[in-house]
Structure formats: C-alpha cells, structure tokens
C-alpha cells in the first residue's frame, strides 16, 4: 500500500491506466530480491498484493484495480475477486453446518475462526489465477482486460471511491460507518446479511480494510 501510495504521488497528471499498471508493477517488483522472484512467480501468496481504485481528472476515468467499490453519482461499481464469493458462501455454510448448534458458542470465532482455516487452502488455490484471472498490484504484470475502467462524461459527478472493507458504500462516510457498525452487531461472523470469508474479530471495530473518500467532479 505504501509502494503503490509513493507510486502515485510522483506519477504524472497525464498518466494512462495502462501507464499506471505497467510502472506500478515495475516499482514493486524493483523492491522484490532478485533471487525471490522464481519462487514468487511460482507462488502468489506470498507476493506483497494491493488493490487500487483510482480517478484520473484528466482521462475523466475511474480505474479499479483488484477487489475495491466505487459510487458514481450514486450507482454501486465493485470489482471483486471471481473466487470470493463462493469461499465466502462455503465458510458460511461450515459454520451454520457445524459451528452453531444449541450448544456451541458462535462468539468463539471471533477469537479463531476454524471456519477460516478451512477455507485457506482453497484461497490459495485460488491466487493460482492472480494476474491471470483477475487483476491485483503486486509486481507481475496485471492483465488489462481484468481492470475495470469506467469512462465519465463531462457533466458533474459525485464520486466516492472505497476499499471493499465496507460491506455497505452508502454515500457519505458517516453512513458507510453506521451500517458497518449494524452489521458487526447483527451478523459479527458475516455469514447472513453479508458474507465474508472472515469474520469481526475479537475487539476489532472492522474485519477488512477501509478506505473512503469523496469528491465532485
């Protein structure tokens, strides 16, 4: 995250996204060892990994890079990985399976999540396909068709860009954090009103990630 922030503040106004995907991964990769980069090729997993929701002022573009969320005058854009929601729904269906009988305390998971672990093998499985079949900075190249550009018209727009830690992107930041808030209270293991594959950990006010700004244009 800081790699990429250093990367943009120094990146010119009149960059194009393919511009941006080609010189945000060489910067990443120049600060890989040389003798990792076999391994890394090799092994996704272990790669330092990034999303990015971008708005170029000049191209009058949102680029979305990786798992990240946009609202445009007020229409929802996500970009999520192909694999999560259906390793979401299977640790979902492990814990309501075997997690929560009369007897169980579903508050446990939120100190170890064993309906997690499950479910890690299959994500790594999954990262098989990153920059192949999805899009993620992490110093390979990123595959252009799996980057989603949303071009804009010249007319005013509102525009909030986020990280997907919010499972609800209302409008205004007070209300994404509102509805945040309802849904570790309601559904702390994220496997009823939205599923995750991880849950609100003990003491955590969140269970990803988050990243808000909005701006007119």
Not at 109 to 117: C, K, M, P, Q, Y
Not at 128 to 136: E, F, L, R, S
Not at 185 to 193: A, M, R
């Amino acid at each position: 995250m800081h790699l990429v922030s250093r990367f943009l503040r120094h990146a010119p106004k009149t960059i194009s996204c393919t511009a941006f995907c080609r010189g945000v991964t060489a910067y990443i990769r120049k600060h890989y060892r040389r003798s990792l980069l076999e391994r890394l090729a090799l092994h996704p997993e272990d790669r330092m990994c990034a999303s990015a929701v971008i708005f170029s002022r000049v191209s009058r573009e949102v680029w979305m890079i990786g798992d990240c969320q946009c609202l445009i005058g007020g229409e929802l854009y996500e970009n999520p990985k192909p694999y999560e929601q259906v390793l979401a729904e299977e640790r979902a269906a492990i814990i309501t399976a075997n997690c929560l009988p009369p007897t169980a305390d579903p508050s446990a998971l939120t100190i170890h999540d064993t309906a997690r672990d499950q479910i890690i093998p299959h994500m790594k499985e999954a990262m098989k396909g990153q920059n192949i079949d999805y899009a993620v900075i992490d110093g390979f190249p990123i595959p252009q068709q799996h980057v989603r550009v949303i071009p804009l018209d010249f007319r005013p727009w509102e525009i909030v860009l986020a990280s997907d830690g919010y499972p609800f992107l209302c409008p205004t930041l007070a209300e994404s954090e509102e509805r945040l808030a309802w849904q570790k209270t309601n559904d702390p293991l994220n496997i009823g009103t939205f599923k995750a594959t991880k849950a609100f950990m003990q003491d955590n006010d969140s269970f990803d990630d988050r990243a808000y700004i909005r701006f007119t244009v």
